[in-house]
């Protein structure tokens, strides 16, 4: 063990969580409500609100199901209830098959045979104590460092985000990689403009295609729409910020990967297939931009931002760093860390990244962030290819 | 006097970081710690960019080294540089759709 570890949750499978939680699963948006009522009625339960799971072309169902076993399978969730309506086109009999193959308890219900809304809630709460008081008494034991698996994102950016808060990023990815843990990123279209440099970063000449390769399928999609995507991306408050163009986003977007070699590139629905550092194909905004990080077995995110992006993650802790000292004083009760010294000069970037480093060790092992101190985490959903039909 | 912070040798544009009006000075720093003193010409916000070369139209504009656009118009020195002055050259969909026109 190096000397830097964690106090984790180890599971069945050897993945270690940074949190113990009954994830309430909704087999498809039109049980959301009922979702809501049983987290809103019970302790250590997290809802996974999504907007998916009826009337989408086949691809984009099976992928449905994926990212929902995927949450499931996330080392910060201990138990999962599954809230299924029984005509729903996820895949719920899989979805329950693949969570109960992890060892994690499992329980389902079904909102048609229950007989509707009321008797759900009240047999999903039933359900949801019994899973609760089931991982309750697990307890945190010290893991290695390099079980830890951090997601990166920028949101809301502004020119400060290149120069302050996604450079810290970048030194703490560099040293988790360096300690032999994993690191993903994505936001695709953050890469168009700056792709070049990280095609530079890859492990082998197949990587650096592959990086190509899904950047021109994400410009190729937003070129399709036939207009200029200014606007989209960068977004007015970017531009409000002083980024003029996709291409000044990115180039100050990618700085947050740090400078290791890129060890390869997945699909939204993947986990990383080994240590290092990885790039997951996804957009660029925040609710299904972390879902593909909690899919990819992230247990923690930073997230840098400049104009003062508030979200968090249901199942997973995410860590605001703002590279922007007036919008870090303006929301202080938003951002975790003031990255905006390191814009101003009066810290260094090791100071910052070694401040941030030494929380993210202290999140892994139970601290919470100001965002998980107030629950904002409800606002997410899975990135969809084809259209509702 | 303001910072301009200049990200590299190769840059034609440097950003600020306050609010600059035209007819004052900043300070353009490099990476390596030079300075020099430069008039500004508009009013620039916090965190945008101020030209220190001038840019012709259809010229690149250059940060972190990389290209970051082209420019519309005739960049001065000490002027703002901007979403009125330069353009992406990457995901122009309205750029493909006047292609797909004209054939």
């Given at each position: 063990m190096s000397k830097h570890t964690f106090m984790g949750y180890v599971r069945k499978d050897g993945s270690v969580g940074t949190r113990n939680y009954v994830a309430i699963l909704p087999s498809v948006v039109c049980v959301n409500e009922v979702v809501e009522s049983i987290v809103h009625n019970t302790n250590m339960t997290q809802g996974i609100i999504?907007?998916?799971?009826?009337?989408?072309?086949p691809p984009d169902l099976e992928r449905t199901t994926e990212c929902l076993i995927k949450i499931g399978q996330n080392?910060?969730?201990g138990a999962i209830l599954i809230v299924s309506l029984?005509?729903?086109?996820?895949d719920t009999d899989r979805l329950e098959a693949e969570l109960r193959a992890t060892g994690k308890p499992v329980d389902r219900i079904n909102v048609q045979e229950l007989g509707g809304t009321s008797r759900s809630i009240q047999v999903g709460m039933d359900k949801a104590q019994a899973l609760i008081r089931e991982i309750a008494q697990m307890q945190r034991t010290e893991v290695d460092i390099s079980h830890l698996t951090m997601g990166i994102k920028c949101g809301a950016?502004?020119?400060?985000?290149?120069?302050g808060s996604n450079p810290v990023i970048g030194y703490v990815a560099d040293k988790i990689v360096d300690l032999g843990g994993t690191v993903i990123f994505g936001e695709?279209?953050?890469?168009?403009?700056?792709e070049h440099i990280l095609q530079r970063r890859a492990r082998t000449p197949e990587i650096a295609d592959s990086i190509k390769f899904i950047v021109d399928r994400m410009e190729d999609r937003a070129k399709a729409i036939g207009v200029d995507m200014r606007k989209g991306q960068p977004t007015p408050g970017n531009i409000a910020g002083g980024l003029s163009t996709i291409e000044e986003k990115s180039l100050g977007a990618i700085v947050k990967s740090g400078t290791r070699p890129i060890d390869g590139v997945i699909e939204y629905t993947d986990v990383p297939k080994g240590k290092g550092l990885w790039v997951k194909d996804s957009p660029g905004r925040e609710i299904e931009l972390m879902s593909g990080m909690a899919i990819g077995g992230a247990q923690v995110i930073l997230f840098s931002t400049g104009r003062g992006a508030p979200q968090g993650f249901p199942v997973v802790p995410v860590i605001k760093i703002c590279g922007n000292p007036i919008t870090y004083e303006r929301m202080i009760h938003d951002m975790d860390i003031n990255a905006g010294l390191l814009t101003t000069g009066e810290r260094t970037l090791e100071q910052v990244g070694e401040e941030v480093f030494e929380m993210l060790l202290r999140v892994a092992s139970g601290e919470v962030t100001k965002g998980e101190a107030i629950k904002y985490n409800k606002s997410m959903d899975f990135y969809m290819l084809g259209p509702v039909i | 006097m303001v910072n301009a912070i200049k990200?590299?040798?190769?840059?034609?544009v440097a950003s600020v970081f306050d609010l600059v009006e035209a007819g004052s000075t900043v300070l353009v720093v490099d990476k390596k710690g030079n300075s020099y003193e430069l008039k500004v010409e508009d009013n620039i916000p916090y965190g945008h960019k101020i030209a220190i070369a001038e840019i012709k139209v259809g010229e690149q504009v250059t940060k972190y080294g990389e290209e970051i656009g082209i420019a519309t118009s005739v960049i001065k020195v000490g002027q703002h540089v901007h979403v009125h002055n330069i353009e992406s050259i990457r995901g122009r969909g309205d750029w493909a759709k006047a292609n797909e026109e004209k054939k």
């Open positions: 999504h907007h998916q799971g009826c009337c989408q072309t080392p910060n969730v029984g005509c729903e086109g996820v950016s502004d020119t400060t985000s290149g120069i695709t279209t953050e890469f168009i403009g700056a | 990200l590299h040798d190769e840059d034609n």
